[in-house]
Structures are given as C-alpha cells and as structure tokens.
C-alpha cells in the first residue's frame, strides 16, 4: 500500500470523521509429515470511513483505494448515521471526547525479501532434520507465517498516523504414539518483525527441535496430575493468558457497559498487593512490544493502562465512546484487524509487572504441586471464570521438579486466584504469538513473569 496522507479529504467531513487505509499481507506455508498442505500468500486491502453524531456512528468501507472511493465511503457513513439520528433523537447533542495524535512508525525490515518457495525449502529443511534424526515420531506440523498490517489514519480531530507493524511466527507441533494415543507438545517463535527479520538459516533451528523432543518424550511417559487446589506455578505464557482472557477482558469499558463482574469492583482489592497488571501500549522497559500501539485506530495516542495496581482494580481500557460513557480518559485501545472492521475495544500488550522473586525460589517454595509451562487452549467469561488446557507442565515435589504431566485442564475464577498470588518472578518473557478472538483476530502481546498461587487443576 502506498503511504498516502488522508487530510486532503477533509473538506468531505460535516461531522467527526476517521477516514482509515489499510493493507494486510498474510504470507503463509504449511508442512505435514515433509508435505506441502497449505501455501499462501495473499493481500487484503481497502478504504472505511467512520462517521459519529449524536450518540451514532455510519461506517462504510470499500475494498478499492481511490479518490473517488474515498469520498464515496464518507458520504455513505455520513448518510448512515444521519439516517440513524432522523430513528433516534433522544441522544442530540452527546459529543466524544476530542483527541490529537500524530505518529509515524514503520517496521518494513532492511532485508532483502525472499520467495514463496525459499521459505517452502527453509521449512523442508527443517522437517528433514526431524524426520532423519527422530523416525519414531508419529506426526509432524510446521508453519510459518508472516502478517503485515499496514495503515494510514486521518481524523477530523486532526489526528493523523501512519503504521506498518509486522509479525513472522514458526510453529512446530510434534507428536508421538504412546499406549496406543498420540501425545502432542508445540512451540512457537519468532515475534515483532518479517520473516527475513526472524528466520535465515533453517540450522538455527535444530536445537530448538532437540529440546522440544525431549520435552515430548517426557510428557509421553510423564503422570496424571492428581486432582484438587493445589499450590501451581504459571509460567509466563500462562500467566500472560490469564492476564489477557480471565482478567483483560473483564475490563474492557465495552464488556464493563455489558456487564462484566469488573463494573462492580473498581477502586477495590481484587488481588493479592503483589499483583500489578498493565496493558502496555508500545514499551516494556525500554523495549518495544510484541504489538507496538502509539496512535489507535480513532487516532488518540495509545497510553500504558494500569489496570491493577498492588491489587487494586484502577482503571478499565477504553475508546472515546466508552470514556465519555464513564468520563474517563481514552486510553488508545480501539483497534481493528482489517480495513472493513470497525476498531474495538482491544487488548496490546498485556502483561503482571515482574516481582522481586526468581523461579528457583518459587519451585523451592512448593512441597507438593505443579509448574505449568504452556497452554493448548482455553476460554473465560465475564465473571472472570476460566478453563486453560495444560498442554506441558511438570510435578513440584519437595521443592524440585519431578516427572511431566499429561496434558490437563486448570480452572477457576481469576480474580480469586490472583487474591492467593504469594510470589512473582523478576523476569518478563513475552510470549511470540498471541492473537485475540473478540469478534475479529487481532494480534496482541501477552506474557510476564510466572506467578505462583493455587487454582483447581484436573487429573486423570
């Protein structure tokens, strides 16, 4: 997509109006068993305007990007919701909050692009290393994949930001047969940046395949957890879930207008002093995120939120609407995955604030429990109840690490299990791939330090 200013059609604006060009590229290669099974490489891109008056909002979008679609789509969103306030007058005069950002970022890597078919070989190099040097597995999935998504904003506000974030992934999902049932562990890497940013030697690689066979054959031959409250590490991929799912959800403003259990404890304690959760905007420490924001899609600068603070519930995520609802500041979080969704309410960066415990002090701290390394799937609700699968995780015994476990489920209900939280790691580990489902996939950051508390784990 061509990076074009947008403030040439704002003379086409009557009323507050976010006129947005996007490009998505999605590049993606699938291997099973050494055989091609998916091969993709495709570009969504076009034109929306968003237009608000009196408590409404028109949308239009049009997957041409040309002058004359442009104009075309503020004038339909301009006739929707003039169309709308003829059907409801009941909210004249209600104003959203202005805002005024104005940022360039641009993550196209230096490198020189490669083919379709080098990263199908980079991948075939891969699976032959697995298939020469482990024959007894009985599965094997690779992918890679690449996403560009690349976006020009102009508002009437003034705001006016340009952005092409990528990300390139690799997955390898492995399985091997044990009594008759396939056991299955996966890893991913790779994060912020396009593919030739993550991958160059498919050699790098080979390690990595090492160590996830052996955590394989591990959990092959690892225990059934036994059932009930226990004392549980969650290791930063897991808590960096819980952080988003359980806890993140419920305080996004729109789920807190529908009723999320988070509406009822602002200002209150609903997690143990040691709990700090943020939902970082761009930077970590110095460090960029794995989803930098800094201008949102409704061009308000994109803010850190502090959503609990040593255990207090402070703040929710908000877009203009949703902060004028509580009279509150926008917080940057509206976002949209492509140029026909309207941006939401959504998560960037979300993550527990690292403590001052390490994880050898943690594990030595239990008697009798579990680490537990990696999720396989999961959902929560907005009473913060949730369900995790535990797709690697290890027995605590003595305070040592003992045999891996087959895969099982956790659950509870977040805000109760963050109250038993009694120590946090000093480390922050951000996990590569995290995408949010909330009625579009978007990718977000997710990660932390491990926590250590008890929720219900289940056995065999």
Not at 50 to 68: A, M, T
Request: aromatic share 8%; net charge negative.
């Amino acid at each position: 997509m061509k990076h074009e200013s947008l403030n040439q059609f704002k003379d086409s604006f009557t009323h507050y109006t976010e006129l947005r060009a996007q490009e998505n590229r999605n590049n993606r290669v699938t291997l099973t068993n050494g055989d091609v099974t998916g091969n993709v490489n495709a570009v969504t891109s076009g034109i929306s305007a968003r237009v608000y008056k009196d408590g409404n909002w028109g949308f239009s979008s049009n997957p041409e990007i040309s002058d004359e679609s442009i104009t075309r789509a503020v004038k339909a969103s301009t006739d929707n919701v003039q169309f709308m306030n003829k059907k409801d007058t009941s909210r004249c005069g209600i104003f959203l909050p202005e805002t005024q950002a104005n940022y360039e970022m641009d993550f196209t890597t230096p490198q020189n692009r490669q083919t379709q078919k080098h990263w199908v070989d980079y991948l075939r190099d891969i699976d032959g290393y697995i298939e020469k040097k482990y024959p007894e597995l009985l599965s094997r999935n690779i992918v890679l994949g690449g996403l560009d998504m690349e976006k020009s904003l102009f508002t009437s506000d003034g705001s006016e930001s340009y952005s092409m974030t990528p990300r390139a992934l690799l997955y390898i999902l492995l399985s091997i047969e044990k009594d008759g049932a396939p056991v299955s562990v996966m890893d991913v890497w790779g994060g912020l940046g396009q593919l030739e940013d993550k991958f160059s030697e498919p050699t790098e690689f080979y390690k990595e395949v090492d160590v996830l066979v052996e955590k394989l054959k591990k959990k092959a031959n690892g225990v059934h957890p036994e059932a009930g409250t226990k004392d549980v590490i969650l290791d930063a991929d897991l808590a960096g879930i819980l952080a988003h799912e359980a806890i993140g959800h419920t305080t996004e403003a729109d789920f807190v207008m529908g009723g999320s259990v988070a509406g009822d404890y602002l200002n209150q304690q609903v997690a143990s002093p040691l709990v700090t959760l943020i939902d970082y905007a761009n930077t970590f420490d110095g460090n960029t995120c794995p989803v930098p924001v800094y201008v949102d899609d409704e061009g308000t600068q994109s803010d850190d939120v502090v959503i609990i603070e040593n255990g207090i519930l402070k703040s929710y995520m908000h877009n203009k609407d949703s902060a004028r609802h509580f009279e509150m500041k926008p917080t940057g979080n509206a976002r949209a995955y492509e140029f026909s969704d309207e941006p939401l309410i959504r998560m960037r960066n979300t993550a527990f604030v690292p403590g001052t415990s390490s994880l050898e002090e943690m594990i030595a701290s239990i008697d009798d429990g579990y680490y537990l390394k990696r999720s396989s799937n999961g959902q929560a609700d907005s009473t913060s109840e949730f369900m995790f699968g535990i797709g690697m995780g290890y027995e605590i015994k003595n305070g040592k690490i003992g045999q891996a476990i087959k895969d099982t489920t956790i659950s509870g209900v977040a805000f109760d299990v963050l109250k038993t939280v009694d120590m946090v790691s000093s480390d922050m580990v951000w996990s590569a791939g995290g995408m949010c489902g909330k009625k579009q996939w978007i990718p977000v950051g997710m990660g932390g330090p491990a926590i250590k508390c008890k929720v219900n784990i289940g056995g065999r």
